[in-house]
């Protein structure tokens, strides 16, 4: 298609430049409304060449095509003729020598002027001599020049420069595929190998545009062709291989077109807030979600056959470049398979006809380490057999002994299971995984879609019985070594998420699949049993660590009650350590780590003394009081100089407290010579996971607004608080915090600032309202409405409130406020952040020390609703 055809507007004939901004507001507008009736190529092909025209007269504008040893030239993607709405424009001005001033000057006012009209330019201004030594040096340089395209100037320069780009010893075609290579490799690891990603970056991810443009990139060099069309005649492609490719890269085209519409810039990564407009300008409809779910699963089937492509065809370019593939030695498996080198090979092209053989490949793969990937033929056969597929492979007898087989091996949530996922064998076997293959999780808690996160928690599982990682977390190393059926662990993972997306409450969906399953696959009753309780109570433990008072006999006495016995214990804290932290890498830390290791540690006590005799309230507290005076004697306290601080302490204390921080707080307060002043402690590394702080003064109103206003001055996080007082009247509160990356505060000088923070808000709050910083992007795209609940509790004093809201910058900072307002006081605090959202729970009374009344509680509900509903708008 013609542009001029197409876009009927001429480009202004007197320049200014209200002008050629209104021909540019004109063109885009044309972009978006043609959009719904032309393809996605010819409009990026159109804005390529409305650049042209554009560039052209601009270089006349400025006389530079009076400049005979001047040359524009387009590179990169522009050098292609593709440009999406807001894409770069790439420029390459050639120059025959160095540039007089007036000539920079004039080139100068040229790229100016460009950026003037908002386009996103990267030039660069070079002799032939220089392109030519930069690109040699660069292989980005070297891809950019290679798809140069001449534009104006001198013509003779620009052929001069493709000349000496097209000789051998400019990138040498091996030299140029192995650059390649690790260009990509480097790539796919930003994005941790996956392009299963909630917000994918259409351009740079694994299975994206890159991985088809790098196939295009090698294939020119070495075959010197212009299409990928040509590689169908070098036999690199099928016709059918070459057509589903065309396809994937005009879905991904129309993806970025769309989105780079939405976006108003230069966007590549499809964020949450996109999605939606994307989707409906897509055609997948405008009913929100299930819009967005129906594109994006779109999305991830064609990636996942754009990296099997690419991963098939790299391969062919391998063998076909280095000549790598005649210098492997083969080693015969059975009289179906062979290892060429580090990849496993079929022999025989009908080897699939027998449907177990697509197992056995995978437990070949586990059963040999040696073994790194499947070869690019066999990529072929499985790719062709994948789609005559009628049925599930679970279907076959000596399929489902193959697949418990590769479960049962040592080694088989290794490779083997990493590749039966990436090529969809885990699909093709399990029905309920292929309904979660691309499936999105709409929270900022999780980063992957349902089944590469199941992936990813059946990767955590394996690290634990690999010899490298003992020392990763080492708990679960010794469980997993000491359990006499760690595949029951596997298969639980497996099931835990795979009814996500399917309605209901898939807890109890997938351990329906999850027993059927174990019919199927003729497992033991109680092996059965156990893998459905694991994904019918997944989330308890997550549940009962986080947002429970796990230091409370009678929490752990709760949990483990329903746990039972401490085999499932064991079990759970494996597969729960593992989920969480397959969900998001930025969302783990130490502190979800101590939480889960203390209730593992704090059930299995109780399990050990016998649940009919479980650990009195009476017993723990002695406990811990024997152990801290043992630490503080090797202080030099005397239990003479303990007691009388110890008896102005409530019980609840030295049940609540380990004796290391017992300890800790009581060598400070025996040291503390002014109680009129607070007395502030923060550790100095980690304790349980994060830092910790201790705050000993006299009670006061609105003590806790105060020091969670204090914190969060200080831009820290509060993951945990606990609140009491002793005999005398004085607050004993903790807090545990972390940076905003989530690792403990260590740096001397912040632990100073923090404490000098809280000391001043404390005797002398500021009276100036405190800033409040604006929620993040991410954020923004989230609706979280504010909810409080009241809950009933067993001290008739005390009022519970749950509280959940969007995470938002000082969410507990106006909390506080809101209590002190109300004239609520606060005994006890239990934080939670899930992603984008806050799940907090307190223990409140009125100043009189009393339960809230109905009246109170609905007043209470009203302002922290009216309160957090205007934080999160502002």
Not at 280 to 294: C, H, M, P, T, Y
Not at 487 to 506: P, V, W
Not at 549 to 572: C, G, M, S
Request: charged share 25%.
């Amino acid at each position: 298609m013609n542009t001029a055809l197409a876009f009927d507007k001429t480009i202004p004939s007197h320049f200014t430049l209200d002008s050629y901004k209104k021909h540019f507001a004109d063109f885009l507008e044309w972009l978006k409304v043609s959009s719904q009736t032309q393809t996605v190529n010819s409009l990026v092909k159109s804005r390529a060449r409305f650049m042209d025209d554009v560039l052209q007269s601009l270089w006349q504008h400025f006389d530079l095509n009076k400049q005979k040893q001047l040359t524009l030239i387009a590179v990169g993607g522009y050098g292609r003729g593709e440009l999406h709405p807001y894409s770069d424009i790439d420029l390459l001005i050639l120059t025959e020598a160095r540039l007089s001033p007036a000539l920079q000057e004039q080139i100068a006012h040229f790229v100016t002027l460009l950026w003037d009209l908002r386009l996103e330019v990267g030039h660069s201004v070079r002799t032939i001599k220089e392109s030519v030594s930069l690109g040699k040096d660069d292989i980005t340089i070297a891809t950019n020049l290679m798809e140069m395209r001449y534009l104006a100037g001198n013509q003779q320069l620009f052929d001069s420069l493709q000349a000496e780009v097209s000789k051998d010893n400019f990138w040498p075609s091996k030299d140029f595929f192995q650059a390649k290579r690790h260009e990509q490799q480097g790539r796919h690891a930003q994005y941790h190998g996956t392009a299963y990603n909630l917000e994918p970056n259409l351009k740079a991810n694994p299975g994206g545009l890159r991985d088809i443009q790098t196939i295009g990139w090698v294939a020119k060099k070495h075959f010197r062709t212009r299409t990928m069309r040509e590689l169908v005649a070098y036999q690199y492609l099928t016709e059918d291989e070459y057509q589903e490719l065309m396809e994937c890269e005009a879905y991904l085209w129309q993806m970025r077109f769309a989105l780079h519409i939405e976006a108003g810039r230069n966007e590549n990564r499809i964020l949450f807030d996109y999605q939606p407009a994307v989707a409906n300008r897509l055609g997948f409809g405008d009913d929100g979600k299930a819009s967005v779910e129906r594109m994006m699963k779109r999305f991830f089937r064609t990636v996942q056959r754009v990296s099997e492509l690419n991963e098939m065809l790299l391969q062919h370019f391998e063998g076909s470049i280095l000549k790598s593939h005649s210098k492997y030695k083969t080693l015969p498996l059975d009289d179906f398979f062979e290892i060429q080198g580090h990849l496993i090979h079929a022999t025989d092209k009908a080897v699939f006809a027998r449907r177990e053989n697509i197992l056995r490949l995978f437990w070949h793969i586990a059963n040999h380490p040696q073994i790194h990937g499947i070869h690019s033929e066999t990529i072929r056969l499985l790719r062709q057999v994948r789609r005559r597929l009628m049925g599930d492979l679970q279907d076959y007898e000596a399929c489902r002994q193959l697949f418990m087989a590769i479960i049962r091996h040592p080694h088989g949530m290794d490779r083997a299971i990493t590749l039966m996922h990436r090529h969809g064998i885990l699909a093709a076997y399990l029905p309920q995984w292929r309904n979660i293959v691309g499936q999105m999780q709409f929270d900022l808690f999780h980063a992957y879609t349902v089944d590469e996160h199941t992936h990813r928690v059946l990767k955590n599982l394996h690290r634990y019985s690999e010899p490298e990682f003992a020392n990763e977390f080492p708990l679960c190393t010794d469980i997993v070594n000491r359990l006499e059926k760690p595949e029951l662990l596997y298969l639980g993972g497996i099931f835990h998420d795979i009814a996500k997306g399917r309605g209901g409450d898939h807890s109890d969906l997938g351990a329906m699949d999850a027993r059927e399953f174990g019919k199927l696959h003729k497992l033991s009753e109680f092996d059965t049993k156990l893998i459905v309780w694991l994904v019918e109570q997944h989330l308890l433990m997550s549940v009962t660590a986080q947002r429970r008072d796990i230091h409370d006999p009678a929490v752990i006495a709760e949990f483990a009650e329903k746990v039972r016995d401490e085999t499932r214990l064991n079990y759970l804290y494996c597969l729960t350590l593992a989920d969480i932290r397959a969900t998001n890498d930025n969302l783990w830390n130490d502190w979800k780590g101590s939480l889960l290791r203390e209730l593992y540690l704090g059930t299995q006590k109780a399990f050990r003394r016998g649940l009919e005799k479980p650990m009195d309230l009476r017993d723990q507290i002695r406990e811990h009081q024997t152990e801290a005076l043992r630490l503080l004697a090797e202080k030099g306290f005397s239990e003479v100089q303990v007691n009388p601080l110890w008896n102005k302490f409530k019980a609840d204390y030295f049940a609540r407290y380990n004796p290391r921080l017992i300890a800790w707080h009581t060598e400070n307060l025996l040291q503390h010579a002014d109680f009129s002043q607070p007395m502030v402690l923060i550790s100095p590394s980690a304790m349980r996971g994060g830092t910790q702080i201790f705050v000993y003064t006299a009670d006061q109103p609105n003590l806790f607004a105060r020091m969670v206003a204090a914190l969060d001055s200080k831009k820290v996080s509060i993951f945990d608080a606990q609140i009491m007082t002793n005999k005398d009247g004085y607050a004993m509160d903790t807090f545990v915090v972390l940076e905003q990356n989530g690792a403990a505060v260590t740096s001397t000088s912040r632990i100073a600032s923090i404490k000098k923070a809280l000391e001043t808000y404390i005797t002398n709050p500021p009276t100036t309202e405190r800033q409040k910083a604006r929620p993040n992007k991410q954020l923004r795209a989230f609706h979280v409405p504010p909810k409080v609940v009241f809950l009933p509790g067993k001290n008739k004093q005390r009022t519970m409130l749950e509280l959940a809201a969007l995470d938002t910058p000082g969410l507990l900072a106006d909390i506080g406020q809101v209590f002190s307002q109300c004239e609520i006081n606060i005994h006890a605090a239990k934080i939670t952040t899930i992603g984008e959202r806050a799940e907090d729970f307190f223990m409140i009374s009125t100043r009189q020390d009393e339960a809230l009344t109905a009246d109170e509680q609905s007043q209470l509900r009203r302002v922290l609703v009216e309160q957090l509903t205007h934080a999160t708008e502002g």
